[in-house]
C-alpha cells in the first residue's frame, strides 16, 4: 500500500468513525425481490416507519437510526455476502427473518465475527425465523427472537385442534428447508400427545419457493380425505397454495403459522372465512389504543400495497430503544444485557425478553378471515379476527428451553 | 385411481404448455443451429405484456394482442440483433441471447418492479368446470388446454399444409437452396423467429396468471424448456410435443407417490428412517426432468425424434 492510499484508507475510516457516532447503523438482511420480495419488503416498511418515528422523537440516547436494506434472495451465502457488507460499511445491529436457513447462517456468522472481533461486536434481531433450535441447543447471546418460535405455534394449534372433536385426520403441508421439517416434527410429534386419535393422513414437503402450482398437492389433500391442514408455509407459497386451494373448492380448515402472508386471503376470497387462520402476536383488529390504531392506518398510507402485518418489527425496534436507553449506551453487548429479562408494555400485552434464551415471550392469537372487521387486509373487505377462545396468554404459550448460554463479560 | 386421473389432467395441460414454449425453440434452434436462452424470456414478456393490457383493456384483447406484441418485439431482435450477430458465428449468437435474457429480465425488473404483479385469471371463467372426487376442476384450465391445442392444429397447419410451411420447412434445413429459388430467406427466417416468440408469448399470456407473473418466471421455466427440447430431439417438433407430455405427466405422477425409497428398495432391507430411505417420490418431482434428461443423453443423445446427435 503506497502512503497517499493508506493516508487516504485513514481519512476514510476516520470519517466512518464520526458518522458512527451520530448514528445508529441497523442492516436489513432479508429478500428485497422474487418470490418472497413481498414479505421482506413489508417488514422493511415496517421497521422504517418506526426508525423514522424514533428519529423524529428525539432518536435513541440523541443518536439517530439509520436503517439500510440489503436483498439476500433467501440465500444463506447471499445473505453471508450481505451481512459482510452491513458490517463492513458499519452495522452492528442486524435484522433477519425470512428463512430459518438464512437465520442460522447469520447465527453462525454473527457467532465467529464477535469471537474475532472484540470490541466490535454485532447483535442479530430475529423477527422470523422460528426453527425452535435458535433459542435452544444453539443459543447465542448474540441472537434476540422476537417472533414465538413453531413450537409455541404449534402448541396453540394443537391446543385449539385438541377442542375441535370433529377433526379427526389432519394432513401436513410444508417447504422441505429446516423450518419446514420442524414444524412437521413439532406437529407430529404435539398431535400424538393431545389427540392421540388423530390420525395423521399427509406429511408433505415442497420445494421451498419453486412451486408455481400447488393444485397437485392440493388434490392430494383432497382426495386424503383431511379434516384440516396445517403447514408453516409463508410468502409466495402459502399464497400460491391458497391459490389452488380456492380453485379446487376446496373446504379444508388450514391452520397456519403465516396466513397473513400478503395475497393469501385476497386469493381465497369469501372462502377464507372460517377457513384460513393463523396463530401469530397480535392482528390489527384486536381491541387497542388510538395510538396502535393511528399507528395501523399510518402505515396503510404510507404502504398501500402492504398491510399493516409484521407488529413484532416495531416491538423489536422499540425494545432495542428501551435496551439502549436503560443501558445508557448502544454498545452491542450493552444493549444485549439490557434486553435479557426486559418487560416491555405493548400494544397486545406485555412482552418479556427472557434471559435464559433470548426468546421473547408475548400474547399469541388464533384468527381467522371475517366480513365483520375495522380492517381488511390485501385492499379487501375481509380481514382477520380473533377466534372464541383464541387468545393465549405469554404464560401459556411459553415453552421450556434448553438452552446454556455463553455470555461474554459484563461492561 | 383419483391420483391418476388429476395427474393425468394436470399433467396433459403442463404439457401441452411446455410444448407451446418448445416449439417455437425448437424451430428456431432448426433454423440458426442454437439454442436461445432468451426464450423463456419472451415466455415472460408475453405475460407482462398481458398484464399491461388487460389492466386497461380486457383479458380477451390481450390475449390476441401480447402475443402479437412480443412476435413483433422478437422479429425486431432478429433483425437487427440476431441478423447481425450471426456473420460472426454461433458462439457470438448464443451468448447473444445469454445476454438478451439477463437484459430482458433486468428491463422487466425495472418497469414491474422486482416482486410479482398481480395478473388475474378473467372472471368470465373463473368457475369450477366440473368437480371429480370431490375437488373441482377450474374452467380457465380447461380453457389452456383448448387454447394449446388449437395452437397445436394451427401450427400443423401452417407448416404441414400450406405453400408457405412447405418453404419454411425447405428454408430450416436447405437455406441457400431455397435462397437460389429466389425466396427471401432471412426474411423466412425473421418471421419463424417472430412466430416462436410469439408462441412462447402466448403460452405466457395464459400461464401467467395461472401461475406467477415475477421477474424470476423466465428463470424457472428456461431449464424445463431446454430439457424438452433435448429429450424430444433437437429441431424435432413430434419430439418436443412427446418430450412436453412425457415430462408433465411424469414431474405430476411423481407429486401423487407417496412411497418412498425405503419401500420401493425394500429389498435391499434400506431402513425407512435412513438420510436415503425416507426420500420419497414425491419430494423427487422437481428433479425428475433433468434425471430425464441426464438419461436421455447417456443412452439416447440424439433424443427421441430428434435426427441428429448433439
Redesign the interface.
Known sequence: MSIKTAALAAAVSAVAVTAAQAEIKMAFIDPLSGPFGPSGEAAYTSYLLEAERINEAGGVNGEMIELTGYDNKVNPKESLVQLQKAIDSGARYIFQGNGSSVAAAIIDAVNKHNKRNPGDEVLFFNYAAVTPAFTNESCSFWHFRFDAHADMKMAAITDYIRSQDDIKKVYLIGQDYIFGQAVAAAAESQLTEKRPDIEIVGNELHPLGKVKDFTPYIQKIISSGADAVITGNWGADMQLLMKAAAESGSDIPYMTFYGGSLGAVSALGEGAMDLLYQVSEGITNLEASDEQYELIETYKERFPEYDYYYHRAHVAMRMFKEAAEKAGSVDPIAVAYALEGMVHQDAYGPVTMRAEDHQAQQNLYISTVSDDVKYGVDNIELGWKVVEGGEIDASVAEQPTTCEMERPEKP | M??IV??LL?GVI?GLLLFMLSSGLTLIFSMMGVLNFAHASFYMLGAYFAFTISGSTTFWIALFVAPVLVGLVGAVVERYGLRKVHANGHVAELLFTFGLAYLIEEIV?IVYG???V?YRIPDLLNF?AF?I??????AYRIFMLFIAIGMLIGLWYLLKKTRAGLIIQAALTHPHMVGHLGHNVPLIFMTVFGIGCAMAGLAGVIAGN???T????AV?MGPIVFVVVVVGGIGSLEGAFLASLLIGLIQ?FA??I?ASFAEIFWFTGLSPTSEIGDITI??LA?VMPFLLLVLMLIFRPRGLMGEQEL
Not at chain 2, 214 to 217: G, H, L, N, R, T
Request: charged share 15%; hydrophobic share 30%; glycine share 6%.
Open positions: 383419483e391420483t388429476f395427474a394436470n403442463y425488473k422486482k416482486t410479482a398481480d369450477p368437480t372426487y370431490g375437488a373441482s376442476f377450474p395461472i401461475f406467477v415475477d421477474p424470476a418466471m424457472q405430476n407429486v401423487g407417496n414425491s419430494s422437481p
